[in-house]
């Protein structure tokens, strides 16, 4: 990574507005004149666009363990095909979900375990951790009514946890992504939260 590379991840539960703000500081650091790469999980890469085929197929359920596998794979593919390069090359990477997502999802939501998936995707990042984590945080009430509102988009696992899946997020009293501290490979990454209004 050069001194110029910055890798900034956006986090939180559905429906927060991730993918917006996202584009809105892409934008205001490219006007700034910096090379950003925008990307997202899951599915940035041709290989991670078929995992996330897998894990939106309705008539096939996933196992959870095997669940956490493929979002490893795609996040493996990511890293290695998009992240990176980037980062090698000077340029500020700013993502829509990473790490923090499995470890809510995966490691809280579906009962996997933190410390597992944690470990499981420190192989898969080669020990890729953020700059910087953005948590958007939004009431659970108004959650649920903009996903009321808008056409699923999500992994299958976040629809299937339904009212649950709001939980590895708000359950957390840290202003950081769920199992962001100390003691695990996300301790190092500064993160702060951010309340947005419904």
């Known amino acids: 990574m050069t001194a ?3 890798f900034v991840v956006l986090e939180g539960g559905d429906a927060t507005g991730k993918s917006t703000q996202l584009r809105g500081l892409a934008t205001r650091l490219r006007d700034a004149g910096h090379d950003v790469v925008e990307t997202f999980e899951p ?15 309705e008539g096939h359920p996933v196992d959870p363990v095997a669940e956490a596998l493929l979002m ?22 700013v993502c829509d979900r990473f790490v923090p997502s ?3 999802y995966q490691g809280v939501g579906r009962g996997l375990g933190v410390a597992e998936v944690e470990q499981l995707n420190e192989l898969a990042t080669a020990g890729l951790v953020p700059d ?3 948590v958007l945080d939004l009431a659970p009430d108004a959650a649920r009514a903009r996903m009321a509102a808008a056409r699923p988009k999500t992994t299958r696992s976040s629809r299937e946890l339904e009212p649950r899946r709001l ?13 962001i501290r100390p003691g695990t490979m996300w301790s190092g990454s500064p993160s702060f939260r951010v309340t947005i209004s419904p």
């Open 132 to 134: 910087l984590v953005v």
């Open 72 to 93: 490893a794979a795609d996040r493996a593919e990511h890293v290695a095909e998009v992240v990176r390069p980037a980062l090698q090359r000077g340029a500020w990477v």
């Open 102 to 104: 499995s470890l809510a």
């Open 167 to 179: 939980a590895p997020w708000t359950e957390t009293q840290a202003a950081s992504p769920a199992a």
């Open 4 to 6: 110029t590379a910055h």
């Open 43 to 57: 599915g940035a890469t041709p290989l991670g666009s078929r995992l996330r085929g897998l894990l939106l197929d």
